[in-house]
């Protein structure tokens, strides 16, 4: 699972990172409103009209339906970095997981 990123990614990038993080959380057993929310979230990118980044480069990535401020946030530090250290922690306890 790929989620070290450019710093720009298309709304289908957004859409499978979320998709893969919503398995990650499925994986774990995690609160299942959690992984609704991820698998909403990717729904929603898919299917804008505009970028994702266009939305945050105007600040208003909280106006896309299924992105709550989590989520925002995230997006913030990948689009500022080109990389989300929360992110980065999932592909690491994915790892640490299918190493079991």
Do not use: C
Not at 2 to 20: E, K, V
Not at 31 to 37: E, K
């Amino acid at each position: 699972m790929l989620l070290y990123y450019t710093y720009y990614m298309t709304n289908l990038q957004l859409a499978t990172l979320f998709r893969n993080i919503a398995a990650v959380y499925q994986i774990k057993e995690e609160n299942r409103f959690r992984i609704i929310a991820y698998e909403k979230a990717a729904d929603s990118i898919e299917h804008l009209t505009s970028e994702a980044k266009d939305y945050w480069d105007d600040g208003k990535v909280n106006e896309i339906p299924g992105i709550g401020p989590t989520i925002a946030s995230h997006l913030d530090e990948l689009f500022r970095t080109g990389h989300s250290r929360f992110f980065l922690f999932l592909a690491s306890v994915l790892n640490a997981h299918t190493a079991l």
